[in-house]
């Protein structure tokens, strides 16, 4: 199929809560959502309405998995109210989990809100609580790039850690990591700041596959292929092309449909089944924010390193 073909290329709704009718959402959900360790890798240019994919995607991982979000510090609307939002609407309890010495504020929440603090970066998966959609909040507390690039770091290379056979809490398994900016995880080399990000990089792509077998996936989103470090970009076998996606000729099942790509509007996407295989094209809701729903934040990060008394720490849990 060519780009020339595109008029003839079969276009499919999915809805909020999607049926088994449609056989290529059916063949997703046997492949992909009922499949824990399944990478996906979400692309596309600012605009191009990831976030409301990424949304979309977390709900229909929820009835099967744990899941935590990871914000990027975004907001939506100019603006008008944080990205993780619309995460407050979809009628599961939120878990938010945050440095320690920093602050969430939730009002007017029309789910029960949970907030908890994690001493260090390596503490923060094991706050995750079964049957909520965690949300861990990190970007919004740091403003020193090099600290926050060790706290990602830190944070994955205990998620590592725990991965090796047997460590990992059965009660959180199988995990889905929805983390936006991915690049932030493992940045290609075109955006690397410092030695933390690289070391990250590798990190994550000497393990990734590891994760998978431990019933450990990623969701990642990013605007560019090329800002993903090779070797970890190459292990995510399912695709999300959204608008503006674009790639190289080295992987013509993918580069033959830049054009497409590019013509696509914020609810579409172009899904690649594993062994880059196209499918056809999906149109997306779009989630709003609960009305009146206030969230604010307060604190910073100054420093990556755990508290001194870190040791004799007790858990921070607020119930909003």
Request: charged share 25%; hydrophobic share 35%; aromatic share 12%.
């Amino acid at each position: 199929m060519t780009y020339d073909q595109e008029d003839n290329i079969h276009e499919t709704e999915i809805t909020d809560n999607p049926g088994a009718e449609d056989p290529v959402f059916s063949s997703f959900k046997t492949k992909f959502l009922q499949k824990p360790g399944e990478h996906l890798l979400g692309i596309g240019t600012t605009g191009s309405g990831k976030t409301h994919k990424a949304y979309w995607l977390l709900k229909q991982l929820m009835p099967y998995e744990k899941c935590i979000w990871f914000d990027c510090g975004k907001s939506a609307q100019m603006g008008a109210e944080p990205e993780i939002g619309p995460l407050f609407g979809m009628g599961y309890p939120v878990n938010i989990i945050i440095p320690w010495g920093c602050d969430v504020t939730v009002e007017n929440s029309p789910v029960q809100v949970t907030i908890q603090k994690a001493p260090s970066a390596p503490y923060f998966w094991e706050y995750i609580k079964p049957g909520h959609i965690n949300i861990g909040i990190i970007n919004r507390f740091i403003i020193e790039p090099e600290v926050y690039a060790r706290y990602i770091s830190l944070a994955y290379k205990r998620l590592i850690e725990l991965a090796q056979p047997g460590r990992f809490p059965r009660e959180l398994l199988p995990l889905a990591i929805i983390q936006d900016e991915f690049q932030d995880v493992a940045p290609g080399q075109t955006i690397r700041l410092n030695k933390s990000m690289l070391d990250s990089a590798i990190r994550i792509s000497w393990n990734i596959n590891k994760l998978r077998s431990c019933g450990i996936r990623l969701c990642g989103f990013t605007q560019k292929y090329t800002f993903i470090y090779p070797n970890a970009r190459i292990a995510f076998t399912w695709i999300m092309a959204c608008r503006g996606a674009y790639f190289e000729r080295d992987d013509p099942d993918l580069a033959d449909f830049n054009r497409m790509y590019k013509r696509l509007d914020i609810q579409q996407a172009v899904m690649w089944f594993p062994k880059k295989i196209f499918r056809h094209r999906w149109r997306f809701p779009r989630y709003e924010c609960p009305p009146d729903l206030k969230v604010s934040f307060d604190g910073l990060v100054e420093d990556d390193r755990p508290a001194k008394k870190e040791k004799k720490y007790e858990r921070g849990v607020q119930t909003c």
